[in-house]
């Protein structure tokens, strides 16, 4: 949620701007259901492996898939170790376990 207009540069990546993320978001245990089985086809249907993000926007009930990032950002401010936390794992444990699965791919 940005305290500027628009989640743009700034919002995203300036901790001046004080963006505060949802988490969890802010949707009905059926609506945070469906969001997470789209995103989870999403990355399966596209045969993504390790971490992904998936940007969706929600309007009229309905959720629309914007993007499916392959390689999300990994700073103090971006969202994956944002998540990763939130779900109680750390940010040493989460970058053991891409290396991990990263490596066990070849």
């Not at 949620?1 to 802010?26: E, I, V």
Request: hydrophobic share 35%; glycine share 2%.
């Amino acid at each position: 949620k940005p305290k500027r207009k628009f989640y743009d540069y700034k919002a995203k990546y300036s901790r001046n701007a004080k963006t505060k993320h949802l988490m969890p978001a802010p949707l009905s245990k059926e609506k945070y259901k469906e969001v997470l089985t789209l995103a989870k086809r999403a990355h399966s249907s596209l045969k993504c492996k390790g971490i992904t993000r998936s940007d969706f926007r929600f309007n009229k009930n309905k959720f629309y898939l914007l993007e499916l990032n392959t390689q999300p950002g990994m700073t103090k401010l971006s969202l994956v170790p944002e998540i990763a936390n939130y779900k109680g794992i750390k940010f040493v444990n989460l970058v053991d376990w891409m290396i991990n699965d990263a490596s066990c791919k070849r």
